[in-house]
């Protein structure tokens, strides 16, 4: 089954991967402030069902664009270790699905993150780049915030964490 390369979709549900793909949401959450930043990402299965995950804070002087960038970076990183063929990396970070989708990669510190997104994208047709809303970002967003206020690192395959089980249950019935 073909997907879109490239899509927007307004949607405040979270959606499930058609036959044979998976979906990878991602997430960053920067807090100026606290000059803290961590990303969640989150793959799952056409069933809904959970099948890889990380959370973890990422070091440097970050923004907002630079820290979702290092987001999508890590989803098609993960797709890549794990061989998956057919894959959707969606998020709510509009601007970075445009320089992905438009190319327009520049030598900003985002920029340098999304080049490595972008080459594996143009020699791997079967993954794609979504846009979503927030609310059907939950759980990758949900992972973000958690490792802002706790400062540990963690890989999931086969336990969801607690703080987005409700989430991935939710999303798995009505997905």
Request: charged letters at 20%; a negative charge.
């Amino acid at each position: 089954m073909p997907i879109e390369r490239v899509r927007s979709v307004s949607s405040t549900v979270w959606k499930k991967p058609g036959p044979s793909q998976v979906k990878i949401n991602v997430d960053g959450a920067w807090v100026a402030a606290m000059r803290v930043a961590a990303i969640g990402v989150i793959a799952r299965d056409q069933h809904g069902l959970m099948i890889d995950g990380c959370a973890r804070r990422v070091e440097g002087n970050h923004t907002a664009e630079t820290i979702e960038a290092c987001a999508f970076t890590e989803g098609v990183r993960m797709a890549l270790r794990n061989g998956w063929e057919l894959v959707i990396v969606e998020g709510d970070a509009l601007g970075i699905i445009n320089s992905l989708n438009e190319a327009s990669l520049d030598d900003s510190v985002a920029g340098t993150y999304l080049t490595e997104a972008w080459k594996v994208a143009q020699d791997k047709e079967g993954l794609c780049f979504h846009h979503v809303n927030r609310e059907a970002n939950q759980a990758a967003h949900k992972l973000a915030q958690e490792c802002i206020r706790e400062p540990i690192d963690f890989s999931f395959i086969d336990c969801i964490p607690p703080s987005i089980l409700s989430i991935v249950i939710n999303d798995a019935i009505y997905g």
